[in-house]
């Protein structure tokens, strides 16, 4: 078990981690945005389900192999790219909803939003499909656990999910306060119609970015 100093400073850098701009913050701030914040909530729950998988696989030893695997890192990056691509597809064709003041006036339809475990699943996949993830847990984990203090494997479990709580309370201001603000822009068909614009372009450059990312 790592010692109190070591969990607390190891919590201090997760939060600023957290806030440090990157693929899985901005996809929680552009869902929050288009859907609200509890479809925000819900996708910061999916990463954080991806990241007790990514934590299981360090503290097992997986993820050193699959970082040894030029192959299977290449081929997950382009799953994760492909999937960014789907997602900025969908949000540049995405209809605007009814919810507005003036919505009838511009003639268009209800729409159903994606469940809330749907979204769940989305912010999963998001976070499953990036091999950075798992290279990063593999190199930062590490770094503050001591084998004088016991088994290796405990001690990256440990750190794993002091770095979930970390992401869940800085993911999920993200949620909160972008879900407010998204609410509010999408009272206007134009804002609304805005936003899907940006989070389309946004998905794609996030899709570029991991399909020429480097181990």
């Not at 890192?73 to 995405?94: H, N, P």
């Not at 209800?110 to 749907?118: D, Y």
Request: aromatic share 8%.
């Amino acid at each position: 078990m790592p010692s109190a100093d070591t969990l607390i400073a190891f919590l201090g850098v997760s939060i600023l981690l957290g806030l440090t701009p990157g693929p899985d913050n901005i996809f929680v701030l552009l869902q929050s945005a288009q859907r609200g914040w509890r479809a925000g909530m819900a996708v910061v729950v999916g990463l954080c389900c991806g990241l007790v998988v990514h934590t299981g696989a360090v503290a097992l030893g997986l993820a050193a192999v699959f970082a040894a695997s030029a192959v299977a890192f290449t081929v997950l990056k382009l799953l994760g790219a492909a999937y960014l691509a789907y997602l900025a597809w969908q949000a540049l064709r995405a209809p605007l909803s009814s919810a507005g003041p003036d919505a009838g006036a511009q003639g268009t339809a209800p729409t159903a939003a994606p469940s809330l475990w749907r979204m769940v699943g989305r912010g999963m996949v998001m976070n499953l499909s990036n091999p950075k993830v798992l290279v990063f847990f593999l190199a930062f984990l590490p770094q503050f656990a001591d084998p004088a203090r016991g088994a290796m494997g405990g001690q990256l479990m440990v750190l794993g999910l002091v770095f979930i709580v970390a992401t869940l309370l800085v993911f999920g201001a993200i949620a909160c306060f972008s879900g407010v603000f998204g609410s509010l822009l999408l009272r206007s068909p134009r804002a609304q119609q805005w936003l899907n614009r940006v989070a389309g372009v946004v998905f794609l450059g996030l899709a570029v970015r991991l399909a020429t990312s480097q181990r």
